[in-house]
Each structure stands twice: as structure tokens, then as C-alpha cells.
């Protein structure tokens, strides 16, 4: 008996020398490096610097494709000659985004202009769990109109994608900014 008082005692002794508090939530680290950019000269009717990271895949001269493997994201981009129509390509192109308009919780837009290489434009950020997070359009007003869209191949949850969208809205916007037409 004196020994099972004493193993009781000794439990009991134990569990009030230690404070328990729960374990703090872990979050998820994600690093992603530092984009070093390359230019796309003579490929297609523009050109602009794209993150190495990603691959140039080509259907055809008006519509490559930015792959980012390792995000499993694509940056899709189509050009189209304007030929008396960019009012409804500019109608397509904002019309766009608000496809998505069930899943998102807002559609924040950002006007581009780079007067110099006469390159103007709109950005388009998806707030919320819908399948594109970015599109933009860039055109010249006369000749050249291009829309990009990007896209994951993951089911679209926004805090879980969050920092690759935020990666990966640098690289749009560095395109936007180094766009010239041919």
C-alpha cells in the first residue's frame, strides 16, 4: 500500500510543476526564389521579360503559355490583331473577370499605362476561391491587343494559393511593365 501512495505521489507531484498550454498553430513556410527575368525577343508580335523559373510553351505565335511547374500555374496568353474591333475585344476582356463574379469576394481592377511604349491596360485580381485569380489586357489602341489569364491546377482555395498568387502577381505585373510591340 505504502508503495502505491508513494508512486501517487509522486505522479501528482509531477503533473503540478509544469504548466500545459496548447501547441500554437503551425503555419505553412513557403519560399520561393528570387525571379531573375529573360526576354522573349523575336518570338512572337511583342516581346517582355518573363521569371525564368517559368517555361514558354507555344501553341502558336499568338498564344504562348507561362508554365510554372513547381506553383503547377499557368499564365495564359492570347494576342489578337485589332482590325476594327477593339470595342469588342475591350468588351471580352472586361467581361472576363466577372465571370468568376459567383466565386470571388471582390474584383479589384489597376490601370496600366505606359505612355512611352504605348502600351495601355487593366489588371484584374480575383478576390476569392474562383479558378483565375489574375487577367489583364494590354493593347496599343490601334494594332495590338493581348489578354492574359492565369490559372492553377489546384482546386481553388484562396488562403491555401495565396502566396503563390502574390509570387506570381509580380511576374504579371513585370510583363505588363516590360511589354513592347513588334
Known sequence: ???????LSCFIGASCNTDLQPKPSAYLRLEYPTPEYQ???ELFP????????ALVTMENKVAPQLVYPKMKAT??????????????LLNDA????????????SIPEKLFINAEEAVYGTLFSVVGNAASQHQFF?????????????YFYARPNYDSIYPAVSYLQKDIVHLMETLKWE
Open 1 to 7: 500500500m505504502r508503495k502505491l501512495i508513494l508512486i
Open 39 to 41: 526576354s522573349t525577343r
Open 46 to 53: 511583342f516581346s517582355f521579360e518573363y521569371n525564368s523559373h
Open 75 to 88: 499564365l495564359y496568353l492570347n494576342y489578337s490583331p485589332i482590325k476594327k474591333n477593339l470595342d469588342s
Open 94 to 105: 472586361y467581361q472576363l473577370p466577372y465571370k468568376h463574379i459567383s466565386k470571388a469576394e
Open 138 to 150: 494590354l493593347t496599343d489602341s490601334l494594332n495590338h491587343f493581348l489578354v492574359g489569364s492565369l
